[in-house]
């Protein structure tokens, strides 16, 4: 959607985020969701991390979690609990 405007947490892979704002780089695509009107963007990108951007940050920057080396039994529902961690937390 073109309008985010209202979203207050917008959580995404890269893949999708990357096919909706038409971006390739993590820093453009998270600048194009910010400027889509989502308060907070999280892209995640399997074992290359997490990219965090806030538009609260003035300049807008990004932030890159790295995640620890894991074996990969079965993905499904990997971004599912990521989501539920992140807001209980």
Do not use: W
Not at 14 to 23: F, H, I, L
Not at 42 to 54: F, Q
Not at 62 to 71: C, D, G, K
């Amino acid at each position: 959607p073109q309008d985010l405007s209202g979203v207050s947490y917008l959580f995404c892979n890269k893949d999708e985020a990357a096919a909706t704002t038409g971006e390739r780089e993590p820093q453009a695509i998270l600048d194009a969701l910010l400027t889509r009107g989502a308060a907070h963007a999280i892209m995640t990108n399997g074992a290359n991390g997490v990219y965090l951007a806030a538009q609260n940050d003035q300049p807008k920057t990004m932030q890159h979690l790295a995640v620890p080396a894991a074996e990969i039994v079965d993905v499904s529902g990997a971004g599912d609990a990521f989501v539920a961690g992140t807001l209980h937390g």
